[in-house]
């Protein structure tokens, strides 16, 4: 990362194409996952932990290349070698892998998630809000546009959450004074988790992390990711 005051988390995207993600840049324990893998699941897999892989690179300042991420018990990814103290969350939508990092923080209290603008997700409108919750809470957006904002935080708050429900009507969002959108936490006795949104392209990618700073985000290639993550590229 830069110099400077760091942002409290890095939102990295990638949109890798038709070029695969080559499986010699995983771990050891990577390769062996990916492995019991098949077809575009094996292919989405590699390509979410090298776009991961940048991420925590940029976030800790570190070159090492011993970063692995693997599936949790809950399935959730879990950074089980590199930096200590990073939080890492990862979201996919076609060939557009993204991942969100974190230092520091309760384990867990970080999510992303990013879906293609659809007005069909008004239907779904029932099924995401709470009692007393309005769609209005994302903002004065059209209604296919709402539904989908509303669709991606929820998203996003349920793998912050991890743990709690996996009911997407138990995140509930809300606005405080200032403006600043939150999502109450399920986890009991957990701080609630401040949500930041961006749009372009057509998609809708949501934050939710611990505390109000925003976060960095950066647009990589596929190309940029390959070469940094070779043996011996410093971080940049």
């Known amino acids: 990362m830069t110099s ?7 939102v990295v995207s990638c949109d890798w194409g038709a070029l695969p993600g080559p499986e010699e840049l995983l771990g050891g324990r990577e390769r062996a996952y990916a492995a019991s893998l098949e077809g575009p699941r094996r292919t989405e897999w590699v390509r ?15 070159s090492e290349s011993g970063v692995e991420i693997l599936p949790d018990r809950r399935g959730a990814p879990c950074l089980v070698a590199g930096p200590a103290a ?6 996919h939508t076609g060939a557009l892998t993204v991942c969100a990092v974190t230092r520091g923080g309760r384990d867990g209290a970080l999510g ?7 007005p069909r997700n008004e239907i779904l409108l029932p099924r995401l809000l709470g009692h007393g919750e309005q769609p209005h809470v994302v903002g004065g ?3 296919g546009v709402r539904a989908t904002a509303l669709v991606s935080c929820k ?3 349920l793998k912050a959450c991890r743990g ?8 509930r969002l809300w606005r ?9 936490s399920a986890v009991p006795g957990a701080p609630d988790l401040r949500v930041f949104l961006s749009y372009g392209e057509g998609l809708v990618t949501a934050l939710c992390q611990v505390g109000p700073r925003p976060p960095a985000y950066l647009r990589t290639t596929p190309e940029e990711v390959l070469a940094e993550l070779r043996p011996g590229v410093p971080v940049r």
């Open 4 to 10: 400077g005051v760091p942002p409290a988390s890095l």
């Open 112 to 118: 992303v998630d990013v879906e293609p603008l659809d």
């Open 141 to 143: 957006l059209s209604p």
């Open 155 to 157: 998203e996003a708050a």
């Open 86 to 91: 990073v939080t890492v969350s990862l979201a």
């Open 176 to 184: 405080c004074r200032e403006g600043r959108l939150w999502v109450r």
């Open 164 to 171: 709690a429900s996996r009911s997407l009507r138990d995140h």
């Open 48 to 62: 979410t932990r090298l776009t991961a892989k940048l991420a925590v690179r940029r976030m800790s300042g570190e």
